[in-house]
């Protein structure tokens, strides 16, 4: 019985290709000053940071949530601007069920975070003197809640 190649000649050509545009990448980089190495290290790392794949998460709020004490429920990615500011990233919600008199209601995110990722969530009502807010980081795989004093530490590391 005759088997395929391994490897169809297009697809040597093609590898054969890649091969010297990485040799010629690799040659402009060695002609770069220690500035430029530096801006395309910042570059290519948010390159495989985008290109890392993340974890699904579901969140819900508290079953009534009243929006009229502190405001509607969020769930909001942290970064930091080109300023230094920290700047927050609103995720949609995938679900929000009223109650009869449309005052209460229940809202649900499902979210992919990276490792490292920092989130900000306001999931329960609070009372009406105080507004609970939670932020989380994503650890080893899993949600970990930290305090807001720490996620603005992580955020500014």
């Known amino acids: 019985m005759v088997g ?3 490897f169809s000649p297009a ?3 093609i590898k054969k290709e890649k091969e010297a545009k990485m040799k010629k ?15 395309l290290k910042n570059f290519v790392n948010t390159l495989i940071e985008e290109k890392k794949e993340g974890k699904v998460f579901r969140l819900e709020t508290i079953n009534n949530f009243d929006a ?11 970064c930091v601007d080109e300023n230094g500011k920290v700047d927050r990233k609103f995720f949609n919600m995938q679900d929000r ?9 229940q809202a649900t995110w499902e979210i992919e975070l990276k490792e490292g990722d ?13 507004d609970y807010r939670n932020w989380f980081i994503v650890e080893n795989g899993e949600l970990k809640e930290i305090s807001q004093k720490e996620a603005r530490e ?4």
Do not use: C, M, T
């Open 4 to 6: 395929r190649p391994a």
């Open 11 to 13: 697809f040597a050509g």
């Open 25 to 39: 990448i690799k040659e402009q980089i060695k002609e770069l000053g220690i500035e430029e190495l530096k801006e």
């Open 68 to 78: 009229r004490k502190h405001g509607h429920a969020y769930v909001a990615k942290l």
């Open 97 to 105: 069920i009223y109650d009869s008199k449309r005052k209460y209601y």
């Open 118 to 130: 920092i989130i900000e969530a306001r999931l329960d009502d609070g009372s009406w003197k105080n």
């Open 154 to 157: 992580l955020l500014r590391a």
